[in-house]
């Protein structure tokens, strides 16, 4: 695969303006309306609107600046991959809409009826997310109609040829301006843009030729996700009307709080309670890590509010086969209750050591 800098022939540090004008240039000049039957201006069309997809969205920039295309191929993250003409238009209508732009783009199949998209929220417990997990949901999502087959119109009858738009979907105003004549391109309002009219409408859709039923979608959550990460799944979102094509799936992570943990970036933060004495003499404890135990060795003399590091027991980094640490916060514990040994000792003890606090600036 090309660099995606190259692609659009800009520098590694190009600004977001620079790079808009680059990818209108390169989407200029292989237009399909310039290019009509070229597959090789179809193909380099198509890569520089994935370059595009990629370089003008922050996040996916910068997964791609330190990890090249494996950043953002990884794990079903995609990287902006375009598998049709019409996915093009609806994703950059802005730039292809705006001025200048109109007489050549105006109108096109971005605005062909098209499924919406679909949200969910995915809660995860950090065990899920150490290790990672496939998930099957249920979701409510409007489906072809199963007895339409999506047309919309009842079995056995079949639609007629919208006669408004002859069939085209949209309709086209000529004005005349003083700069020339402006094309209008607008959806048909008499078929709303599918060309076609249904006389006999399929009863069991109402004619919208789909209906919304409850599907089973399933995924794998790669590891070392966090809250505000999402996947998209294209094309298993909301069907659109009329066997149109379907929206995208859009699945959101939410981290689950968990008893004792608190994460910080890949790192995870405890608190550990430990005796006076230990913290004098040392002493080798058990840790309790996302999935298992760990030993952990304190140092003799340890004071409290001490961090302890143990690597590579925190959470995996997405994407990446790195994994974080796990910090031990060491803190020292005042008995409430002692049995009468315990209170003895404690007793000769107290009575050893000096009886006057050392003060120091307070931090
Ligand atoms: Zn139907
Ligand atoms: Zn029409």
Not at 224 to 232: H, K, L
Request: glycine share 12%.
């Amino acid at each position: 695969m090309r660099d995606y800098y190259e692609i659009l022939g800009v520098s590694k540090d190009a600004a977001q303006d620079e790079i808009k004008k680059a990818y209108r240039k390169v989407a200029m000049k292989y237009h399909p309306d310039r290019n009509p039957d070229n597959e090789e201006a179809e193909s380099s069309f198509k890569e520089a609107a994935e370059a595009y997809s990629v370089l003008s969205d922050r996040d996916k920039r910068a997964r791609f600046d330190q990890f090249g295309h494996q950043g953002l191929n990884n794990q079903g993250f995609s990287g902006g991959g375009f598998s049709n003409m019409e996915d093009i238009f609806s994703s950059f209508g802005d730039i292809f809409g705006g001025s200048g732009f109109g007489d050549f783009f105006g109108g096109r199949s971005r605005q062909q009826p098209r499924g919406s998209d679909l949200k969910i929220e995915i809660p995860l417990t950090l065990e899920e997310i150490t290790k990672g997990v496939t998930r099957t949901v249920k979701i409510k999502r409007m489906e072809n109609c199963s007895q339409c087959s999506g047309s919309g119109a009842k079995p056995g009858s079949t639609p007629m040829r919208c006669s408004t738009c002859q069939g085209s979907g949209e309709v086209r105003r000529v004005q005349n301006s003083f700069l020339g004549q402006i094309v209008n391109v607008q959806p048909c309002h008499s078929c709303h843009g599918s060309g076609e009219l249904i006389q006999n409408p399929c009863s069991h859709c109402r004619g919208e030729g789909r209906i919304r039923e409850l599907a089973t979608a399933s995924f794998d959550v790669p590891p070392g996700v966090s809250t505000g990460n999402y996947m998209t799944r294209s094309g298993e979102g909301n069907r659109g009307p009329k066997g149109s094509s379907p929206g995208n799936l859009m699945i959101y992570f939410q981290e689950k709080e968990h008893p004792v943990f608190v994460r910080d970036g890949n790192d995870l933060l405890i608190d550990a309670w430990i005796q006076y004495p230990h913290a004098v003499f040392g002493a080798s404890i058990e840790v309790p890590t996302v999935v298992g135990k760990v030993k952990l060795k304190i140092p003799s003399g340890i004071k409290s509010g001490q961090v302890l590091r143990i690597r590579g027991k925190g959470l995996p980094e997405l994407n990446s086969h790195r994994t974080g640490d796990l910090l031990v916060r060491i803190n020292i514990d005042t008995p409430q209750k002692l049995d009468s040994t315990a209170k003895k000792l404690m007793q000769a003890l107290s009575e050893e050591l000096p009886q006057e606090p050392d003060f120091r600036k307070f931090r």
